[in-house]
């Protein structure tokens, strides 16, 4: 079975602390991403990366970045947190060849104070 | 006009009834479509995918699809009060790398005794 793993499920920050979300898959898998769900906004794009230290935006980047050295694991950095970003993060992982599914970790519930 | 789109319901089902989900999309050009079940507080789980016109079977569910009408449909048999969630339909664009998908903000199904 496919293991995405995300560092934290719980976490609550200050506004204007830098913030690192962790990830880990065991599949070899090229690609990784990062999402954010809202409610009545659903699932949407922060980052993705189908190779290390290779990123591409996704539909909502702004506020963040990401990092990803080893293909195992992809990390997202708030910058400089605020309370806008207070949501469920979501990483998710797939290979690149084919019409492959992404498999998500658990998800990371953040809240900033 | 939305890439994805799903009726939010919440779609109400007596045990046992067909529960019928439904999702249209408006890239013409998308070739692969997935279906994600997520129970709240949960991380989506992959239930089935579907890239041909038709039907697909699989146990109690069935993903139908019809590029023609930009269509997409999951059919749940024998619906169980475990089946009680918020369905994602999602679909592969054809634009970009590195299998990204766009995701409806889903349908909560509620299987009732």
């Known amino acids: 079975d496919v293991k995405v793993t995300q560092s934290s499920r719980y976490l609550v920050k200050r506004t204007g602390e830098k913030v690192f979300l962790e990830c880990v898959q065991d599949m070899d898998h090229e690609n990784m991403f990062w999402y954010r769900q809202d409610p009545g906004l659903g699932l949407r794009l922060i980052y993705f990366?189908?190779?290390?230290?290779?990123?591409e935006k996704g539909d909502i980047p702004e506020g963040y970045s990401v990092s990803r050295e080893k293909k195992e694991r992809f990390s997202l950095i708030l910058e400089s947190a605020s309370t806008n970003q207070t949501s469920m993060y979501l990483c998710?992982?797939?290979?690149?060849?084919?019409?492959?599914?992404?498999?998500f970790g658990d998800g990371t519930r953040l809240s900033i104070l | 006009q939305k890439e994805v789109e799903q009726n939010s319901g919440p779609l109400s089902v007596p045990e046992g009834a067909i529960a019928s989900l439904n999702c249209t999309y408006s890239?013409?050009?998308?070739?692969?479509f997935f279906w994600y079940r997520q129970y709240s507080g949960k991380s989506p789980e992959l239930i089935m995918f579907?890239?041909?016109?038709g039907d697909k079977e699989d146990g109690r569910f069935t993903a139908q699809l019809n590029k023609a009408s930009q269509y997409v449909s999951l059919l749940i048999r024998d619906s169980q009060p475990s089946d009680s969630a918020t369905y994602l339909c999602?679909?592969?664009?054809?634009?970009?790398?590195?299998?990204?998908?766009?995701f409806g903000t889903g349908t909560q199904l509620k299987v009732e005794l």
């Open positions: 579907i890239y041909s016109n």
């Open positions: 890239d013409r050009g998308s070739q692969s």
């Open positions: 998710a992982s797939s290979y690149v060849r084919g019409r492959q599914p992404q498999h």
């Open positions: 999602a679909v592969k664009r054809l634009t970009g790398g590195g299998n990204k998908l766009t």
């Open positions: 990366s189908y190779d290390v230290k290779m990123k």
